[in-house]
């Protein structure tokens, strides 16, 4: 390595790093270099920047990681094991009762790095320091202080199974829609497999998205920040990491305390509609600012839950685009189709998920389904001619568009600006050593990783466990299409991985998967039950959410020089264990709660809806037991196929070749389509404050107060996150399973407590 820089005396620890075929010095290098690029954990020495193995780190990323290691440091520990089994069962149970509700309370893994530190060292204090001998396997009850790496193996645990098996929507579909109890034996194992499936699929783009820094996956440096700043053990970095942690727990006590008033005391300061006050009994003048059931135009929220800490972590050119979509999509689009009366409207529900009959009543979709001698399922085309097609609301049908769109976009894109990356990647892949030689991949590389044999292994597991499941009939999808759902599976991962490994940006798989099994089973003559699709969409879309968490936890690991063996392993004993809580939490509320989240009584507190549900088994309704042939034939449905072509991003692409500075590549159409995707519903309060506070934080902040944003930009956003979570957490034990409501008040307005009285 071409390095002049000196060295001080007694810090020369030069390691051979595996893998690599020169000897790897990996100790600090000084040179004094401005606050706003110091990195939090940095010891006395500091680092050369502009050396080879630092460069092509981003600078966003040496403010937050370290670059020392001690490959000593404890990681799978009993202590450690132990937390990870606590907090996944717990965030299992959470996770998969906010499945079944309106307000999604999901399980803060800010909430784990809190309370599993404390644990760990309580833990490490009263453990006593005996070794239980078991030859080549025996451990230590007590190995040492407890480390940041045993808390981040915690917290990776914790965010691998409280997640929510996508494994589940399939028994409960059957359950709720359907009159099906699915075999618990079925439903396990295609859990099981389709969640292992995410790793496999993830290991095929590790080496691009884990080991290159360029990405750099935002949400895992706000984790990161977290980590690094509770544990502070470097000298130099303890005075500022105290006081990240300080205004950690001041802006957490705060939010908590705060999100009780939009939450349950005062939801009038949830959505501030300024349009209503001066015009509440104006019909259009509220359909137009109200943020429940209207547009939201120039509507207010002080509720943090509406707002999040994407105003951080999503870079603010895809806060742009984001908003932009939300502003042609709620501010015209939604006006254009209400007060012009287009695209359905007012016969079937702007803001509604379901499907209808022609003249706006609801489908009958379990009278068109019938059994042959075999057991086939088929449509009753007598009962199908008198019903006809499926409709669905504008919003709804221009969202299928646009994620046809943006599924498209995702691989053209993927393409143009990824494509050169991977070809050199591909070239160096018979070179000696490794592509990345950056310093956080030397440092990683150290360790070992899962072999060829292994991967193998953790590949046919889940695809030969899917395949039994397939086989047995029990989930209607006929068996030819497992095949095919495995290679759109696999295609994806890249595309989908690209755009969330730069931007934190979540892009949903749409509805494209779902189109294709419909041709597929219209071409074959089939099975047409909806959960054949649904079971389909969980192998062939659905497991990239999982491969998503995958890498997120996996880039943690990389940014903490966790070994990658020990990351992968507590990530697959994690999502084991989750899923039979998650089946049996599943099985808990559709024993008690059925007629509320299957639709048949309406929830007093209308909190157990189910609706993440219901909109599955439209989708299912529509391209399996209706089928895109009927669908697109129909002069409603034929110009979502347009999505086809507009999802190509050649001429940005062009654009961005001929003039390199003028960035056109930040308008990235895979986010702008799935932004415009996005289904609001009856809810479009939030993304306007949400823009506003963006536009502080990550233009003002960024880019004038790069110091004061550096230090406090992810600290504080997890600190926000965390409040209302907790908040959301605690209502949602303690007041709303309970059914204690809070009274009727002005704040709290029993007919609208935005104050918009005409809607």
């Known amino acids: 390595m071409a390095n002049t820089s000196k060295r001080s005396p ?75 089994c606590i907090f996944c069962i717990l965030g299992s149970v959470v996770s998969q009762l906010s499945y079944f509700r309106t307000t999604y309370a999901p399980f803060p893994v800010f909430f784990v790095i809190l309370a599993s530190d404390p644990l760990g060292r309580l833990l490490a204090r009263f453990l006593p320091h005996y070794k239980v001998p078991l030859g080549r396997f025996s451990f230590s009850l007590n190995p040492g202080p407890w480390s940041i790496k045993e808390h981040a193996i915690v917290g990776i645990a914790a965010n691998a199974g409280s ?12 359950a709720l829609y359907y009159g099906i109890t699915m075999n618990p034996a079925v439903a396990l194992f295609f859990g099981w497999g389709a969640s292992l499936l995410g790793f496999s699929f993830a290991a095929m783009v590790r080496t691009i998205l884990i080991d290159d820094p360029e990405f750099i996956f935002p949400l895992s440096l706000q984790q990161v920040t977290l980590y690094r700043s509770m544990d502070a053990q470097n000298t130099s970095a303890k005075t500022r990491a105290r006081q990240q942690m ?17 939450e349950y005391l005062f939801p009038f300061v949830a959505s501030l509609a300024p349009l209503c006050w001066f015009a509440s009994r104006n019909h259009t003048a509220n359909f137009i600012g109200a943020g429940r059931g209207g547009m939201g135009l120039l509507n207010i929220t002080l509720n943090w839950s509406n707002i999040t800490s994407t105003v951080v972590t999503y870079p603010y050119h895809v806060q742009v685009i984001v908003f932009v979509t939300f502003v042609m999509t709620c501010w015209i689009l939604i006006p254009i189709a209400y007060f012009g009366k287009l695209w359905g409207s007012p016969t079937y529900p702007i803001m509604s998920n379901q499907v209808f009959q022609k003249n706006g009543s609801a489908y009958p979709f379990n009278d068109l389904i019938y059994l042959d001698s075999n057991g086939i399922q088929h449509v009753n085309e007598t009962k199908y001619e008198q019903v006809g097609l499926a409709y669905s609301g504008a919003q709804y049908t221009w969202q299928m568009f646009m994620w046809v769109a943006s599924y498209m976009s995702s691989y053209v894109w993927c393409a143009f600006f990824l494509g050169p990356k991977i070809y050199k990647i591909w070239k160096a892949r018979k070179q000696a050593g490794n592509y990345h030689q950056d310093r956080l991949s030397r440092i990683i590389q150290q360790y070992p990783g899962l072999g060829k044999r292994e991967w193998t292994a953790l590949t046919l597991i889940p695809i030969i466990m899917l395949l039994g499941v397939v086989v047995s009939g029990r989930i209607y999808m006929p068996i030819w299409t497992y095949f095919v759902a495995l290679g759109f599976g696999a295609a994806a991962m890249l595309p989908m991985s690209f755009v969330y490994a730069l931007s934190g940006f979540s892009i949903k798989v749409g509805f ?17 039950h909806p959960l054949g699709q649904l079971a389909y969409r969980i192998i062939s879309g659905n497991v990239w959410y999982d491969a998503r968490i995958v890498l997120e936890d996996q880039k943690i690991g990389h940014y903490l020089h966790i070994p990658p ?195």
């Open 246 to 262: 300080k205004g950690f727990w001041i802006l957490f006590g705060a939010t908590f305390v705060w999100q009780f008033l939009p």
């Open 163 to 174: 997640q929510g098996q996508w494994a589940t929507f399939l028994p409960t579909n059957a």
């Open 512 to 528: 494209f998967n779902e189109l294709i099994y419909g041709y597929m089973i219209d071409a074959k003559g089939s099975s047409r």
């Open 10 to 84: 007694g810090k020369e620890q030069p390691a051979e790093v595996k893998g690599v075929a020169t000897t790897v010095d990996i100790t600090p290098l000084p040179n004094l270099d401005s606050e706003a690029s110091l990195p939090l954990s940095s010891t006395e020495l500091e680092y050369d920047f502009t050396s080879d193995e630092f460069k092509s780190i981003p600078e966003l990323v040496r403010t937050v990681v370290g670059f020392e290691d001690d490959p000593s440091t404890p990681v799978l520990t009993l202590r450690a094991i132990l937390l990870s």
């Open 565 to 759: 063996r020990q990351v992968i392993g507590i990530q697959i004993v994690a999502n084991v264990l989750a899923l039979p809580i998650n089946y049996g939490v599943m099985r808990w509320v559709l024993a008690t709660k059925f007629d509320y989240v299957s639709g048949k009584k309406k929830d007093p507190l209308g909190q157990w809806t189910g609706q993440e549900f219901q909109s599955y088994n439209t989708a299912g309704i529509q391209y399996a037991l209706i089928g895109p042939k009927r669908l697109f034939a129909s002069d409603f449905f034929k110009p979502i196929l347009l999505g086809f072509l507009a999802g190509g991003p050649v001429l940005l692409w062009t654009l961005h070749k001929k003039f390199p500075r003028t960035r056109f590549d930040l308008w990235n159409t895979t986010i702008f389509f799935a932004s415009a995707a996005t289904f609001y519903g009856n809810l479009s309060t939030g993304p306007f404050t949400t823009f506003l506070v963006g536009t502080f934080t990550n233009f003002y902040l960024y880019r004038y107060r790069r110091v004061f944003w550096n230090k406090w930009a992810y600290i504080s956003g997890a600190a926000l996150d965390t409040g209302f979570n907790a908040n959301l957490l605690f209502i949602f034990i303690f007041l709303g399973t309970t059914g204690v409501k809070m009274v009727y008040w002005w704040g709290n307005n029993a007919d609208s407590v935005e104050r918009c009285f005409a809607l």
